[in-house]
């Protein structure tokens, strides 16, 4: 055998082997936990309350996903971080009227979110979980003539922070 032919077949295999060990590689750095994606839109109605719209993506499991609402720059610089209201889903219902979990034994009634689907904190539920979380007053509460027509920032994540949406919702009538 000539000393050409030898150097070709140890670059042949060394080729071999470096591919092997890549694709060895490549899976052991995947992860198969990817996050899902979804666009929800909605409105915050001063009569009614919160209104959560699926709008397409994939669906979402309700029992650790986080919902936080806050104030856009329009009531002031930084606000919203400083007082996110963090809904739980003991406040969250489906149209239907099953809320995603039951306050008294912990029960999940509502699992899935799917695209489509609307969700809703109506107005009693946003204020008595507004009582525990907001100081009220007349020029930052929602229900304010003069906020209709600003915004609120709705962030739909799971627990561990993984962020699912994110989107811009008017405050109306």
Not at 59 to 66: C, E, G, R, Y
Not at 89 to 112: C, E, H, K, M, R
Not at 137 to 142: A, I, N, P, R
Request: aromatic content about 8%; overall charge negative; proline content about 5%.
């Amino acid at each position: 055998m000539s000393p050409v032919v030898g150097v070709m077949l140890m670059l042949v295999v060394t080729i071999i082997i470096a591919a092997i060990v890549t694709a060895f590689a490549g899976g052991i750095t995947q992860t198969g936990d990817k996050t899902p994606q979804a666009t929800l839109t909605g409105q915050f109605s001063q009569s009614s309350g919160l209104e959560m719209v699926h709008s397409g993506g994939d669906t979402l499991t309700t029992t650790n996903l986080q919902v936080i609402v806050r104030e856009s720059d329009n009531f002031g610089n930084a606000r919203g971080y400083l007082t996110p209201w963090v809904i739980n889903g003991t406040f969250i219902q489906n149209s239907q009227g099953l809320y995603w979990q039951n306050a008294t034994d912990g029960s999940i009634p509502v699992l899935a979110w799917h695209p489509g689907q609307t969700m809703y904190v109506n107005v009693s539920d946003w204020n008595t979980m507004s009582t525990f979380e907001h100081p009220t007053s007349t020029e930052t509460s929602l229900f304010s003539t003069s906020n209709l027509g600003n915004n609120l920032i709705l962030e739909v994540s799971y627990a561990d922070g993984k962020l699912i949406s994110k989107s811009t919702i008017p405050i109306v009538p």
